[in-house]
């Protein structure tokens, strides 16, 4: 009768343990709700026709939660394009070859492909950029090669080119009106080599680069024999179960797949629906679309050696160093952020996201906005990790030493 009486008593506990967590885990789950309402309401106040949410997931020890607000009903597998997060793919796959022994990134990018003849970037004009015999591929990564950066900047008016004073791209896509055009790596780096166009002597400063990611993406290519979407597909999105994840590479393929959130660029008061988009230039650099679900599990599934990428090679990435720029501490690859962790930002004119895992806490935060404030988008990305840090200690996970 006693040891009846023990196992019931035991029971109990174990049910009563139950609804505790339970009734925790909604409590979080309504204050996280509250938080990310009252936040966003709160930037967008005094914003003429301002459109568009927010969402965020946090994986922690204490539970997983999503919430969102201006987005309708929507839930932690809805798609949106996010932007520079690519960036972390295409450094995992180089440091993949790296750990592979296929490649050394602090191998010069005319040095041979080790076990072959072929020099990591093509041997002809599209590559013949300034300082090419400097450039190594860790400083590629690092955003220290000095590369100029075709997708962000307008080329010089002193050009004897037809897009002297435009962004390349735009010039292709309006000017020549060729709207589902099929970028290349061979055709942006080009474009650098054409104009001899460089920020700086590589190794001597940081400048982010997008084209210097597109060099990246080449490289994947020659040394793998794969093309980059098949590679980060084989290697990384299918071992790590990023089912909703994708890397869309051709012009005519615009659109986002089911179910995704519309996504806005806003200035001045006034605002334009860019869901849909020619991302092909992006490749490599910034044209992933993913999940809040597949996102969050990437980066805590890279940043603690579980993606395919042995800790070694993964502490390598998180070696971050100060760059007197936005993104204020970065590695190969790797954005540090302090008290919210390792991992990348990602914007493009239509969404904005903060991707973090913190490894001290075990806590991932995923944050996407579905509109971008182009009069002021670090101010946004402020407002974002200020919204990571205040749901972090919601949950009972101090930042403000690290703030």
Avoid at 160 to 165: C, E, F, K, N, S
Avoid at 241 to 259: C, F, I
Avoid at 260 to 286: F, K, Q
Wanted: aromatic share 10%; with cysteine.
């Amino acid at each position: 009768m006693a040891k009846r009486l023990t196992i019931v008593i035991l029971l109990a506990l174990i049910a009563c343990g139950g609804c505790g967590t339970t009734e925790f885990s909604s409590r979080y789950q309504a204050d996280l709700q509250s938080l990310i309402t009252s936040q966003w309401a709160s930037y967008g106040a005094g914003k003429a026709n301002w459109v568009g949410g927010l969402a965020l997931r946090i994986t922690s020890p204490k539970g997983d939660f999503f919430v969102s607000t201006g987005m309708g009903q929507v839930d932690q597998n809805i798609h949106f394009r996010a932007a520079s997060t690519t960036k972390t793919f295409t450094a995992v796959s180089i440091m993949l070859l790296h750990q592979r022994g296929l490649l050394d990134i602090n191998d010069q990018i005319t040095d041979t492909i080790p076990g072959s003849t072929e020099t990591y970037v093509p041997n002809d004009s599209n590559y013949n950029i300034p300082y090419k015999n400097q450039i190594t591929i860790k400083l590629l990564l690092e955003h220290k090669a000095g590369v100029f950066d075709v997708g962000n900047n307008n080329i010089p008016t002193t050009e004897a080119v037809p897009y002297a004073g435009k962004r390349y791209t735009d010039y292709v896509k309006q000017d020549l009106g060729e709207a589902d055009h099929t970028f290349t790596f061979d055709e942006l780096v080009g474009v650098v080599a054409t104009c001899e166009l460089s920020d700086f002597a590589p190794g001597t400063r940081f400048h982010y680069s997008n084209t210097g990611y597109s060099i990246l993406g080449k490289i994947i290519e020659r040394v793998s024999g794969k093309s980059y979407w098949e590679f980060v597909g084989e290697n990384l999105l299918t071992p790590n179960l990023l089912s909703s994840t994708s890397l869309p590479h051709l012009g005519t393929d615009q659109n986002l797949p089911s179910p995704y959130t519309p996504g806005y660029a806003w200035s001045r008061g006034e605002y334009e629906d860019l869901t849909v988009e020619n991302v092909s230039a992006l490749m490599a650099e910034g044209n992933v679309i993913s999940t809040p679900y597949d996102l969050a599990n990437w980066c805590k599934r890279w940043i603690t050696g579980t993606a395919g990428l042995n800790m070694e090679n993964v502490r390598m990435m998180m070696d971050v160093q100060p760059t007197g720029e936005e993104h204020r501490f970065y590695g190969l690859g790797c954005n540090y952020t302090p008290g919210l962790g390792y991992g990348h930002n990602g914007g493009h004119p239509n969404y904005v996201t903060v991707m973090r895992y913190d490894p001290t806490q075990e806590v991932t935060v995923l944050i996407f906005c579905s509109i971008m404030n182009a009069d002021n988008i670090y101010d946004q990305a402020d407002f974002m990790y200020d919204l990571g840090y205040k749901a972090k200690e919601l949950l009972g996970y101090p930042t403000a030493e690290a703030r």
